[in-house]
């Protein structure tokens, strides 16, 4: 298998290390030499069948694998309507004060991003980006809505809202702290 960062590939098929080429180089990054050692380790959990690339946000990947899921969803659920849904609040100097960014699919509406800025947190802005999101949902035909909060974001927010927690993370993203998830009848 080949792993390609921005700066280094390693292919343990051919246990060569280069600097985007496979040529042997002896000033590679540790942490490189200990990937390329674990994956010359474990050839029988590797992948022969192509270039694995590591890299930051990649937007045309990100397209692919989406339009590929939905196709895969759509065919094993028959449901085709996954719909976008975002809702803008912009201040009277027409300025960002908040936002809510989710999706619709058949009686689901999931909550990705809620923000509200800082000077506008207590305001009732965020309860109206929520309203506002469940109430499109239901005009889309949803049914339940879900939502997740790390535990020191706004997990209280959702529950004063009529969420109820059904799943937990504990010590995620660091110990201390879950990843909860909620959801509402609609």
Same mark, same amino acid.
């Given at each position: 298998?080949?792993?390609?960062?921005?700066?280094?590939?390693?292919?343990?098929? !051919?246990?060569?290390?280069?600097?985007?080429?496979?040529?042997?180089?002896?000033?590679?990054?540790?942490?490189?030499?200990?990937?390329?050692?674990?994956?010359?380790?474990?050839?029988?959990?590797?992948?022969?069948?192509?270039?694995?690339?590591?890299?930051?946000?990649?937007?045309?990947?990100?397209?692919?694998? !989406?339009?590929?899921?939905?196709?895969?969803?759509?065919?094993?659920?028959?449901?085709?309507?996954?719909?976008?849904?975002?809702?803008?609040?912009?201040?009277?100097?027409?300025?960002?004060?908040?936002?809510?960014?989710?999706?619709?699919?058949?009686?689901?509406?999931?909550?990705?991003?809620?923000?509200?800025?800082?000077?506008?947190?207590?305001?009732?802005?965020?309860?109206?980006?929520?309203?506002?999101?469940?109430?499109?949902?239901?005009?889309?035909?949803?049914?339940?809505?879900?939502?997740?909060?790390?535990?020191?974001?706004?997990?209280?927010?959702?529950?004063?809202?009529?969420? !109820?927690?059904?799943?937990?993370?504990?010590?995620?993203?660091?110990?201390?702290?879950?990843?909860?998830?909620?959801?509402?009848?609609?």
């Amino acid at each position: 298998m080949t792993v390609r960062t921005s700066s280094h590939v390693l292919d343990a098929g !051919s246990a060569t290390i280069g600097k985007r080429a496979h040529l042997p180089r002896t000033d590679v990054p540790t942490y490189l030499v200990a990937a390329w050692q674990w994956l010359c380790e474990r050839r029988r959990m590797t992948w022969t069948g192509g270039v694995l690339t590591v890299g930051a946000s990649d937007r045309e990947l990100d397209d692919r694998l !989406s339009a590929e899921l939905t196709a895969f969803n759509i065919a094993s659920t028959g449901q085709g309507n996954q719909a976008s849904m975002s809702i803008r609040a912009v201040d009277h100097a027409g300025e960002l004060a908040g936002g809510l960014i989710g999706w619709t699919w058949a009686t689901s509406a999931g909550i990705e991003l809620l923000w509200v800025r800082e000077d506008q947190r207590g305001s009732g802005l965020g309860r109206a980006l929520m309203a506002a999101a469940e109430q499109e949902a239901r005009a889309r035909g949803c049914t339940q809505a879900l939502v997740r909060s790390f535990s020191f974001q706004a997990p209280g927010f959702y529950r004063r809202l009529g969420y !109820s927690e059904y799943a937990r993370t504990e010590n995620l993203p660091i110990e201390g702290h879950a990843d909860i998830h909620f959801r509402k009848d609609l």
